[in-house]
């Protein structure tokens, strides 16, 4: 299995069990080289996630670039892979934000309307070497099952 990576992606994953490709990916960060257009992988700093959650222009372009992986590339399954642990969002520094609105709970919020309503798998895999471990397990699930669908065909 080769993982596509795509360009904008500052600081990549290395996956040490297999090679990794850059190339465009339009929604999300990783995928099956060849099945980029169908399926993806969202990695996730705190930050990122907590900037995502938080600001309303930014949470409503989170929502479209997840309608549009659904509607256009018609991705069943959306998983988000987090560099954190969930506690991790109860000692962030949100004094960055001058509403005071902004609060581990009300992330917590955000991040149930993303899970339930929006049926995200949101993953929090600790750090950089767990979300690589968590991204290739995600990834090669979706290569065995294509591997499944073109033997039955």
């Not at 490709?21 to 169908?38: N, S």
Request: hydrophobic share 40%; aromatic share 10%.
């Amino acid at each position: 299995m080769i993982i596509r990576c795509d360009t904008r992606e500052q600081n990549p994953l290395i996956f040490e069990p297999c090679r990794a490709v850059r190339g465009t990916i339009t929604t999300f960060d990783y995928a099956v080289e060849g099945d980029h257009h169908a399926f993806a992988v969202e990695r996730k700093s705190l930050s990122d996630l907590i900037q995502s959650l938080a600001m309303s222009r930014n949470f409503a372009r989170e929502l479209k670039k997840i309608r549009r992986a659904r509607s256009v590339h018609h991705m069943s399954r959306i998983f988000y892979v987090v560099e954190a642990n969930r506690e991790d969002i109860e000692h962030y520094d949100f004094s960055c934000f001058k509403r005071g609105r902004v609060t581990p709970q009300f992330i917590y919020r955000q991040l149930s309307i993303l899970e339930y309503i929006h049926d995200v798998h949101v993953i929090f895999s600790g750090d950089a070497l767990g979300a690589a471990r968590d991204v290739h397990r995600i990834l090669k699930r979706r290569a065995e099952d294509l591997k499944a669908q073109e033997a039955s065909s």
